[in-house]
């Protein structure tokens, strides 16, 4: 498996924690920044992790800011694109299960880093069930 992952200044410090978790677990990394806490914009990460989902140089996204809206919403304006902001781990199996989702997104200033990692580990893991939500994908596709 190939993640691509990137932040804003906010989310900068818990990025660099998913990054050597996702490490430590021997997942393939791609790491498109920012690359420290001085002043970004967030839709140029959101981006950058986007494209390499969409070119499918990367089979899934995350992306990390403050709050995780900013890149959730910056997120889902790209084609076949979905993200979703997740603060629980019900919500990340959920999201992969019944939406398919490609691109997860967190807030770093309102999830800790504990809570975080298990929201991406249990995304991670989590598959797409298919079936009656195939349909429903195919509605989201279409819009």
Request: hydrophobic content about 40%; charged content about 25%; glycine content about 12%.
């Amino acid at each position: 498996m190939k993640v691509s992952i990137g932040a804003d200044h906010g989310g900068f410090e818990l990025k660099e924690k998913v990054i050597s978790h996702l490490i430590d677990q021997g997942i393939d990394v791609t790491d498109q920044g920012t690359y420290g806490t001085d002043s970004v914009d967030f839709p140029d990460y959101s981006k950058k992790v986007t494209e390499n989902v969409q070119n499918k140089i990367s089979d899934l996204g995350i992306l990390i800011c403050g709050t995780g809206i900013g890149m959730s919403i910056a997120a889902n304006k790209q084609k076949g694109i979905r993200a979703a902001l997740v603060g629980d781990v019900f919500s990340a199996k959920a999201t992969r299960k019944h939406n398919n989702s490609n691109v997860l997104c967190l807030g770093a200033r309102v999830t800790g880093e504990g809570l975080a990692l298990m929201i991406v580990d249990t995304w991670l893991n989590a598959e797409f069930e298919g079936g009656r939500h195939e349909n429903r994908i195919a509605k989201i596709e279409e819009l």
